[in-house]
């Protein structure tokens, strides 16, 4: 069957099948990834439907004086690392200074706003993902990769005679995480063996991204980009109103508060918004800004991008990106002279299309492909391995093994990342950033954990247990060595998160895994003269818990 495809038309956003399909999908992405979201508006106005869409659709017949509703801003915890003092139990970042609580501006969007976005992104969604290739394409060949560039939020389609189309009937948005994240990782070293040993030239691999990428992309910026997909004979009123709803302004009640992440963050205006990080068609349209960038990477391909330097491959995943290159001989070529000319040129190409974006330097790295200055290390296969492993079903034994490579997994990415810091030029380098790593781990454990332990024996009940083998003469385990386990797993997860605030999801894996009541003691202030605070970015929390309809969302 082929999918329905929606057409860039105002009056189409006013038809009740799209506003219905624009909700549904709206409401199942906020429930299961805004972990911020007001719920009591979610289900508010799933009894109210007709009446909450009738409303919408009013407000959409005259465009011209559409108004968003001010974003609330939900400051969030930003990687970095923290500590408990010893003397006054004080948790609080360890750099030392006025903004040393780094933060992400999460956003409440209202969610009429969020229903309208996304009706605009199902218009679109052929259009867009079309443009952009089917990231299920074959990666062996390079004219196959250079019909892709972008892997990261790609809408779930169908392919047609060379054509994507979304299925906008079904609750399914967005393509798996893992399984595009997979290809991209996989790309670099496709592509890298492809050029390896080619009349003596070397390959390297740049690992970059850009610098808060979604809070620098303004709103002039963003209805330009949209104006480049724009044809002939489409609705221009459609646009209109495009460039209207992506366009939020701060609540005046959270000034100070954008005030201070401004200055965090080096942003010399950041009073509107245009892909608030909460919004459910903000990853799309973050790929409709990077179309043209995106078609830039695509035409270097196979080219010369500098004297000696080649640009064999380059894919991106959201904000991050990789790039494969082949250099010449010459002695001069370093891996840091290498970098500094790769990331020149891209500098070059962010000017032309994209002036507001940046490249992070602390972020900007390089690695060697099959040489001894500074090797890739490819934990991407051993997820991949443990992946297949948990998908693949698995007794109690087996089980065990994925256990056991999950926590090895997490053992040797911290010890590569505890060797990148130290800063030795020739330390290996993941391909794959710690966060990712530990979130994986911390799921593929909590599934394994719940899948084995019913299947193992309880040692109060099993006389000799302790000296039972299974297998080839392994000692058989129970469910009490198994909790134990999941206990020091767990405890590791919750001690990760309080190193790194940013990593919740690492913390709510850890209290399900283990939700002991003495995980949930009292913190204290650097006075420590009251108890259940903590030393939080913006001080007092009390100070904010009563304004107008924040506590109710946070």
């Keep these: 069957m082929i999918p329905v495809t929606l057409c860039p038309r105002r009056d189409l956003l006013c038809e009740e099948y799209v506003l219905v399909q624009a909700w549904k999908k709206t409401a199942a992405y906020i429930r299961y990834h805004n972990w911020f979201s007001d719920t009591l508006a979610l289900d508010r106005a799933a009894v109210n439907l007709p009446q909450f869409l009738g409303e919408l659709r009013e407000r959409l017949q005259s465009p011209e004086s559409w108004q968003n509703s001010p974003l609330r801003i939900i400051p969030a915890p930003k990687s970095q690392r923290w500590s408990v003092r010893s003397a006054s139990g004080a948790w609080e970042p360890v750099e030392k200074s006025s903004t040393a609580g780094r933060l992400r501006p999460l956003a409440h969007v209202d969610l009429a706003d ?145 005030g201070i992440y401004a200055k965090q963050a080096e942003l010399s205006d950041f009073k509107r918004v245009a892909l ?49 290159v082949v250099v010449g001989a010459p002695a001069e070529a370093t891996a840091e002279h290498v970098k500094n000319e790769v990331c020149a040129w891209l500098d070059e190409i962010l000017n032309e299309e994209s002036t507001c974006l940046t490249l992070s330097a602390e972020k900007t790295k390089i690695t060697v492909f099959g040489g001894d200055e500074r090797p890739l290390v490819r934990q991407s296969a051993r997820m991949r391995r443990i992946q297949t492993a948990v998908s693949g079903g698995f007794d109690a034994l087996g089980g065990e093994d994925i256990l056991d490579a999950i926590q090895g997994l997490m053992r040797s990415q911290e010890a590569l990342s505890m060797a990148d810091d130290s800063g030795w030029q020739l330390s290996p380098v993941s391909d794959v950033r710690d966060e990712t790593v530990a979130r994986f781990a911390a799921a593929r454990f909590r599934t394994t954990f719940r899948s084995i332990r019913p299947l193992l024996a309880d040692a109060a009940d099993t006389d000799g247990v302790a000296n039972k083998t299974v297998g080839l003469g392994r000692p058989a385990r129970t469910r009490q060595d198994l909790d134990e386990d999941a206990q020091a797993f767990a405890l590791g997860l919750i001690q990760r998160w309080m190193e790194d605030p940013s990593n919740v999801r690492l913390l709510r894996i850890g209290l399900d895994l283990w939700p002991a009541s003495t995980l949930h003691g009292e913190g204290r202030t650097a006075q420590g003269a009251q108890k259940g605070r903590l030393v939080l970015p913006f001080g007092d929390p009390e100070s904010r818990s009563n304004r107008d309809g924040a506590s109710g969302r946070r």
């Excluded at 089917?134 to 892709?148: A, N």
């Excluded at 690992?207 to 979604?214: A, T």
């Excluded at 068609?281 to 080219?303: C, E, K, P, Y």
Aim: hydrophobic share 40%.
């Design 276 to 324: 608030p990080q909460g919004l459910v068609a903000s990853g799309f349209f973050a790929n409709v800004f990077l179309l043209s960038f995106d078609a830039r990477l695509q035409q270097a391909i196979g080219t010369e991008i500098r004297p000696e330097i080649k640009l064999a491959d380059a894919c991106r995943y959201v904000d991050d990106l990789r790039l494969t």
């Design 114 to 258: 969020q229903v309208v976005a996304t009706a605009l992104m199902l218009c679109l969604a052929d259009r867009v993902e079309s443009s952009q290739g089917d990231p299920r394409s074959p990666i062996g060949h390079e004219q196959s990769r250079k019909r892709v560039v972008s892997y990261g939020n790609r809408l779930f389609c169908d392919a047609n005679e060379g054509e994507l189309h979304h299925r906008w009937g079904s609750a399914k948005l967005y393509r798996s995480y893992f399984q595009d994240y997979r290809t991209f990782l996989a790309r670099p070293e496709v592509a890298a063996e492809a050029n390896f040993n080619a009349n003596g030239n070397r390959v390297f691999v740049v690992h970059s991204d850009f610098r808060q990428f979604y809070d620098r992309v303004r709103p002039n910026f963003l209805a330009s980009a949209m104006r480049r997909i724009h044809r002939e004979g489409d609705d221009s009123d459609f646009f209109d109103l495009a460039t209207s709803v992506l366009d939020w302004t701060w609540d005046s009640r959270d000034v100070q508060e954008v």
